[in-house]
């Protein structure tokens, strides 16, 4: 049972076990992803999460990001296991090589986001996936980086996304299939419109 599941449990009438439910579709329980839905509607404060992670800075380019825990429906919850995300830089850009770049972090991100996205809504939808795969890119001009040009960002300058999909659907199912994960996926939304990110520093005592 997840945790919106035993916590709709303390705060409505009983719901029938997922457990029990056999209607999955593209490794969705449908059943629970409605039952979520509809509880969701009924009490907002359900939906509100919050995200969380601890980084330490281990050399060069190199860091180390763990993530332990969450807040959701209303409570705080511990991951099954600790997860480590180390990122570093290719040796061109004066690292070791010995992980993934933030940037590469950042696309990959994106890619998992739109895809589970598009899972989520034609499962809701009964619209079974044979498979699923997408190439992402971004392009960076490191002047904006190095400060050698104002006028040039940061960040990355565009972002492609290509995605094949396999399914048995009309042209038209297809079609309505190909809008679902980038018109609901959170991390596409907070890139193209933009997130409100406030950086705070402070000094550490020495040791």
């Given at each position: 049972?997840?945790?919106?599941?035993?916590?709709?449990?303390?705060?409505?009438?009983?719901?029938?076990?997922?457990?029990?439910?056999?209607?999955?579709?593209?490794?969705?329980?449908?059943?629970?992803?409605?039952?979520?839905?509809?509880?969701?509607?009924?009490?907002?404060?359900i939906a509100k999460f919050h995200f969380q992670l601890n980084n330490e800075w281990i050399d060069g380019p190199r860091t180390r990001s763990t993530i332990k825990s969450f807040h959701g429906a209303l409570q705080d919850h511990q991951h099954a296991r600790p997860f480590t995300l180390d990122s570093d830089e290719p040796s061109i850009l004066l690292g070791r090589d010995q992980a993934p770049g933030a940037g590469e972090y950042l696309l990959s991100a994106l890619a998992a986001c739109v895809t589970s996205t598009l899972i989520y809504h034609a499962a809701a939808r009964g619209i079974k996936l044979e498979e699923v795969e997408s190439q992402v890119e971004g392009d960076i001009d490191l002047r904006g980086f190095l400060g050698i040009d104002k006028n040039?960002?940061?960040?990355?300058?565009n972002i492609r996304m290509n995605f094949k999909?396999?399914?048995?659907?009309?042209?038209?199912?297809?079609?309505?299939?190909?809008?679902?994960?980038?018109?609901?996926?959170?991390?596409?939304?907070?890139?193209?419109?933009?997130?409100?990110?406030?950086?705070?520093t402070q000094r550490m005592n020495k040791k």
């Open positions: 049972m997840s945790p919106v599941e035993k916590l709709i449990e303390k705060t409505s009438a009983p719901v029938a076990s997922t457990e029990a439910t056999t209607n999955f579709v593209n490794g969705v329980n449908v059943d629970g992803l409605f039952q979520t839905v509809e509880h969701v509607k009924s009490n907002p404060t040039v960002r940061n960040g990355f300058q999909i396999r399914a048995d659907v009309s042209d038209e199912q297809f079609e309505e299939l190909s809008k679902l994960g980038p018109m609901f996926s959170p991390v596409l939304d907070s890139l193209t419109k933009g997130v409100p990110v406030t950086v705070q």
